[in-house]
């Protein structure tokens, strides 16, 4: 009787095991690592910012903003460009050569970010960090092949600029994060136009935060009802090994509703099983409160002492309901 009774709570641990994986570790879609070409040949394409045209800009639809990251070397992280029409099957356009911007003489940059302004043009946002001094840079396009020099658009060193992402409605919007503070802080500036004059900072609130992690990297998606956004959380503390990517909600793009669980975390071998970084979604389709994601992220394996790259694809359903609460669909 005792040796049935353990077999029984055997069997009921396995079932609740198999039924929580995929909402702990898995958004249950495949997950497909891309080739991206990268002007250093290491092919270790991170921190992918995409856009998906209604209009194709130089006869693509899919354009991508990325930086190479060899074995997490900053010296090669400058802004770089890819396009596609299936969001597959990356390329450089032809005429267009990358990087858009060469290694700066003092500190490093990084952190790039696509949108598109009223007009039809292309937009680069990207950070460059030197010791306590953070700047944002733009640059435009038409056609997505010529690029204007860069501009800077917002200077601090009160503040780090992490991560900017940025949204079109009505006003331009920029979410950052800024890691002085402990924890670390998502903040939000608005502005008429990508040249500004940018506000000063709003200091946004995200519940449900793990005591035990910290926010680092973001991205932020307009939808009917207000602001999505995906959120890397790392181990407060223990660097960035295990980060996981969240996903949060909020009406008014300030105060956020943070998932109870990661919609992707580290697979248990092989590209991304290190680490999960800087992700970018694309709104697929949105039903009542349910949303289908293209999902573009950037994740890591270890290799000794070094990390290998890459960035892969996966999709994902969330479903948000009206108190709230956020469930993988």
């Known amino acids: 009787m005792l ?11 396995l079932i609740v095991l198999f039924l929580l994986i995929p909402l702990i570790r898995d958004t249950g879609s495949p997950r497909l690592m891309l080739d991206i070409p990268t002007y250093d040949g290491s092919g270790q394409a991170m921190h ?51 990087p858009l911007e060469r290694a700066p003489s003092q500190g490093h940059y990084s952190d790039p970010d696509i949108f598109l302004d009223e007009r039809g043009r ?33 200077e601090e060193n009160s503040e780090t600029l992490i991560s900017p992402a940025v949204v079109r409605d009505k006003l331009y919007k920029m979410w950052y994060v800024d890691i002085r503070p402990e924890p670390n802080v998502i903040k939000l500036r608005t502005a008429p136009s990508p040249l500004g004059p940018w506000s000063e900072p709003l200091k946004c609130r ?25 959120i890397v959380l790392i181990n407060r503390g223990k660097g960035l090994r295990e980060g996981e990517l969240y996903f949060a909600t909020s009406k008014d793009g300030i105060e956020w509703n943070l998932s109870s669980f990661p919609v992707l975390a580290p697979s248990s071998k092989g590209w991304d099983s290190f680490i999960i970084y800087r992700s970018s979604a694309i ?47």
């Open 283 to 329: 709104l697929l389709e949105e039903i009542g409160g349910c949303r289908h994601y293209a999902l573009y992220y950037s994740a890591a394996e270890s290799s000794g002492k070094s990390k290998i790259w890459h960035t892969g694809y996966t999709e994902v359903n969330i479903c948000v309901d009206e108190e709230g609460g956020i469930k993988l669909g």
């Open 48 to 98: 992918p910012d995409v856009l998906l045209l209604k209009n194709p800009i130089g006869g693509y639809r899919y354009w991508m903003a990325f930086t190479p990251y060899p074995n997490s070397s900053s010296i090669y992280e400058n802004p770089s460009i890819v396009a596609s029409n299936d969001g597959k099957n990356w390329q450089v356009p032809k005429g267009l050569i990358n």
């Open 122 to 154: 292309l937009w680069l946002f990207f950070r460059w960090s030197y010791k306590l001094e953070e700047r944002i840079y733009a640059k435009y396009s038409i056609d997505g092949i010529r690029w204007s020099e860069k501009i800077p658009i917002l």
């Open 206 to 230: 995200v519940n449900g935060v793990p005591p035990d992690k910290n926010i680092w990297h973001l991205d932020v998606v307009k939808v009917k009802e207000g602001y999505d956004a995906f």
């Open 3 to 13: 040796r049935r009774g353990v077999k029984a709570r055997f069997i009921f641990y």
